[in-house]
């Protein structure tokens, strides 16, 4: 191994979230509280102060202020999200985060001022109060990026009332969908025993060699949704009416869909040219789903079968080995960056274990620019589940790139978020494929890394269509069942005559936290794979030259806009023949498995 900790053990376990609350005594908290408040009623003394005539260094005191609260706002409000992903059952935890957003509302709305006020001046006003010393470069681009928002902000009343509706309604809402569907449990019987089992654990079987088990994965994890499925609909159903009734009516933006974009800072143009460049390439992967067919002796794939694997393997991989293959893949890209990887296990921030009532699938949590983040995944010893490792850790070294900016600049916009993620899956990849010549083996694994592209480009652009069909039909009365019915022709459009779909599968998209969480977030992550098909071409034709530029990219985070850090990369976003490349690298390589001599 090339890194000198590649021998340590890696265990299987839960996180330390003691660099957030050390102390969990209610003594401590209230004092936390306190603290965090009194900083709260500084700020608002200064409303006074505030006027287009003031300094500019009294604006930035007053940012430089408004940061401070932010940090312990996160802190407090990170460690009740981290406690309650770990164990979704826990009152304790419900009761924690439950009252921490209560108190931020509260603060949200005494500070609110401030935002309104800034986007009351005019273009010159403004500009004559930005600060334009490189020191305050991140005070800046957060000042800019809050005027974005001006045409659609109400009156400071409203959004108070907006804010509070808020908290105790839709977020309540979205909070039972979430208690609701983890705690959730499957019967499976598998070699003769039957076990309730988590939804990881149950879906770690729809990649089985065994077409029976993955047929009853599915089946199983559908019946139970289906059985709850009227009650998530109705979640869904006023979900969609909220947002329409806050984002549109009220504030004024053009689409439901419109609201993700601009929060996004990515055009309306750029994503109407990523979601039609990919409903025009599902003939591609149609074609590989039948190709996939010939290859596991079917005539036609059932919908259970898409990530059914070609080789007949059972295999699976020791956690401690997984996070050493992931490690020493980043060692042999930038030493840099398996440092920042390893300081996640050094610090113990990863909650790999499954356990009944933790959160379902993976993300990485960034709180300070100072802290490590925080890796949730479930692993099962599954191959995927060691690309999700991969990717949820590019997720913290992005993060950890990206330490250097102000904590109001760290964070990139959703699409790029996903650049450093994805582009740490196709290194792990190319790292299996260098080390395989066999041609079975080779085909397996390219194969694997379409599935993969499936999943994340086409599935997920299909889920945002979907989206923008519901949103539309649900302000047009229609029913859940009708709701059904279109996610069956969602469904329909995506696969064509490429493969079988089973009923059950009307109710998928009730199982979707995503479209519930976070609306049309999930064409992020087709932005950011195609993105990296494009960047990852480019690092197979320059070699370690393309290391410091993309690296730099990374290293932005979310201090400038998009489209500069992708125009200094040569990309715009809004030419549909770049979305295009990124389905070409993936047709090169159908291609390339077609041609597989076996």
């Not at 609260?69 to 009761?95: C, H, M, P, R």
């Not at 902000?153 to 959004?159: I, P, R």
């Not at 009650?231 to 004024?252: F, K, P, S, T």
Request: proline fraction near 4%.
């Amino acid at each position: 191994m090339s890194i000198a900790t590649a021998e340590k053990i890696y265990d299987l376990s839960g996180w330390d979230l003691s660099a957030l609350l050390a102390d969990t005594s209610e003594s401590n908290i209230r004092s936390k509280l306190a603290e965090a408040e009194a900083l709260v009623q500084s700020f608002v003394s200064k409303r006074d102060e505030l006027g287009p005539e003031m300094a500019p260094s009294t604006l930035i005191g007053m940012i430089k202020e408004y940061e401070t609260i932010v940090e312990k706002v996160y802190v407090l409000s990170a460690y009740g999200s981290l406690w309650f992903s770990s164990d979704t059952q826990s009152a304790d935890a419900l009761n924690y985060r439950n009252r921490m957003q209560q108190t931020i509302t509260e603060w949200q709305n005494k500070m609110l001022f401030f935002d309104l006020w800034w986007k009351s001046l005019n273009d010159d006003e403004a500009n004559a109060l930005l600060p334009s010393t490189d020191q305050a470069a991140d005070y800046r681009h957060h000042l800019e990026d809050i005027r974005r928002t001006k045409p659609f902000t109400l009156d400071e009343g409203s959004e108070q009332l907006i804010n509070i509706k808020n908290s105790n309604g839709v977020s309540a809402l979205v909070t039972i969908y979430s208690m609701l569907t983890n705690r959730l449990e499957f019967e499976f019987e598998i070699d003769g025993e039957t076990k309730a089992l988590t939804r990881d654990a149950l879906m770690s079987n729809a990649y089985s060699p065994d077409p029976d088990i993955r047929a009853k994965a599915y089946q199983t994890l559908y019946k139970v949704y289906g059985e709850e499925a009227n009650i998530l609909a109705q979640i869904y159903i006023n979900r969609v009416r909220d947002w329409a009734n806050e984002n549109v009516e009220l504030r004024g933006y053009g689409s439901p869909i419109a609201v993700r974009n601009v929060a996004n800072d990515i055009p309306d143009e750029a994503v109407d040219a990523l979601l039609a460049v990919s409903r025009k390439n599902a003939p591609l992967f149609q074609r590989y789903f039948k190709l996939k067919a010939k290859w596991l002796g079917v005539d036609t794939l059932r919908r259970y079968d898409i990530y059914a694997p070609l080789a007949q393997s059972d295999s699976e991989i020791p956690y401690g080995d997984a996070v050493k293959l992931v490690l020493d893949t980043f060692s042999d890209f930038h030493g840099d960056v398996a440092a920042k990887a390893e300081r996640v296990f050094a610090d113990n921030h990863v909650d790999s274990e499954v356990r009944k009532g933790k959160r379902g699938g993976a993300f990485c949590a960034t709180v300070l620019p100072s802290q490590t983040p925080w890796v949730l995944i479930n692993y099962t010893g599954k191959v995927r589940d060691v690309a999700t490792l991969a990717h949820e850790l590019g997720h913290a070294i992005h993060s950890m790139m990206a330490e250097d900016h102000s904590l109001l600049t760290q964070h990139a916009t959703l699409p790029l978020a996903e650049t450093a993620s994805v582009f740490a899956e196709m290194l792990l990849t190319d790292r299996l494929l260098d080390e395989v010549k066999d041609p079975l083996a080779r085909r397996e694994l390219l194969a694997s890394a379409v599935d993969d592209m499936y999943a994340t480009v086409m599935r997920q652009a299909y889920f945002v269509l979907f989206e923008r069909t519901a949103h539309a039909a649900i302000l047009d009365n229609k029913s859940s069942d009708e709701l059904h019915e279109l996610y069956m022709e969602n469904l329909r459009e995506q696969f064509g005559d490429s493969l079988e779909i089973a009923p059950e599968f009307q109710h998928e998209w009730v199982s979707i936290p995503h479209i519930y969480n976070t609306p049309f977030y999930c064409y992020a992550y087709s932005f950011g794979q195609l993105l990296v098909l494009s960047l990852y071409r480019r690092f197979q034709q320059e070699g370690d030259s393309f290391v410091p530029s993309y690296l730099k990219m990374l290293a932005y985070g979310g201090s400038a806009r998009p489209e500069q850090i992708l125009n200094e990369v040569g990309i715009d976003m809004t030419d549909p023949t770049f979305w295009q490349g990124g389905f070409d690298v993936i047709k090169d390589l159908v291609d390339e498995l077609e041609a597989l001599e076996l």
